[in-house]
């Protein structure tokens, strides 16, 4: 009965991270800067993460980009690669963050995931676009955009494992 309950509680984190990513991409950017976005689907990898590890994490950020991608028709477009390269490496560093034993909260982690996040994509834009430019002028906006977008999602992931736990949902 445990197991269905987890795949039941696990499916429903996928379909959610989809929603949000659909949903996501319906809205105008949060800072008015191509590509930013409030990173409200990394809520639903961050409660994979903190209820079944890193390996659900990882494969709920890939699996909300995949089928996100194929609802919102972005499907191996460059949004797609850039968002799935930014989903894989900020569900590896948060992971491995969430694993270890420094002692680092869920604000903390989801900050790291968000500057790990937008340090990815620009890597995998300057590769496609073959210039390290891209790297130098945009760095310093994407990681201002990280910081508070970064604690924002650790919040109320937060505020959503209080509320679980409280509702019996969280063991």
Same mark, same amino acid.
């Given at each position: 009965?445990?197991? +269905?309950? !987890?795949?039941?509680? /696990? &499916?429903?984190?996928?379909? /959610?991270?989809?929603?949000?990513?659909? @949903?996501?991409?319906?809205?105008?950017?949060? /800072?008015?800067?191509?590509?930013?976005?409030?990173? @409200? *689907?990394?809520?639903?990898?961050? @409660?994979?993460? &903190?209820? $079944?590890?890193?390996?659900?994490?990882?494969?709920?950020?890939?699996?909300?980009?995949?089928?996100? &991608?194929?609802?919102?028709?972005?499907?191996?477009?460059?949004?797609?690669?850039?968002?799935?390269?930014?989903?894989?490496?900020?569900?590896?560093?948060?992971?491995?963050?969430?694993?270890?034993?420094?002692?680092? &909260?869920?604000?903390?982690?989801?900050?790291?995931? *968000? +500057? *790990?996040?937008?340090?990815?994509?620009?890597?995998?834009?300057?590769?496609?676009?073959?210039?390290? $430019?891209?790297?130098? $002028?945009?760095?310093?906006?994407? =990681?201002?955009? *990280?910081?508070?977008?970064?604690?924002?999602?650790?919040?109320?992931? !937060?505020? =959503?494992?209080? $509320? =679980?736990? !409280?509702?019996?949902?969280?063991?």
């Amino acid at each position: 009965m445990r197991d +269905v309950r !987890k795949m039941v509680f /696990f &499916s429903l984190l996928v379909a /959610f991270g989809i929603a949000l990513h659909v @949903l996501e991409a319906q809205l105008p950017s949060a /800072f008015f800067l191509p590509g930013v976005k409030l990173g @409200l *689907a990394n809520i639903v990898t961050l @409660l994979a993460l &903190s209820l $079944y590890g890193w390996r659900a994490g990882l494969t709920v950020a890939v699996m909300r980009v995949l089928l996100g &991608s194929l609802v919102s028709g972005t499907f191996l477009s460059v949004g797609f690669i850039l968002g799935l390269s930014g989903a894989v490496v900020s569900a590896l560093v948060m992971g491995l963050l969430n694993k270890s034993d420094i002692g680092l &909260s869920m604000l903390g982690i989801s900050i790291a995931g *968000a +500057v *790990a996040h937008n340090m990815s994509q620009l890597m995998m834009a300057s590769f496609l676009v073959q210039t390290k $430019y891209i790297v130098v $002028y945009y760095l310093p906006l994407l =990681l201002f955009a *990280a910081l508070p977008m970064g604690f924002l999602t650790g919040f109320v992931a !937060k505020l =959503l494992i209080r $509320y =679980l736990e !409280k509702a019996g949902v969280w063991s």
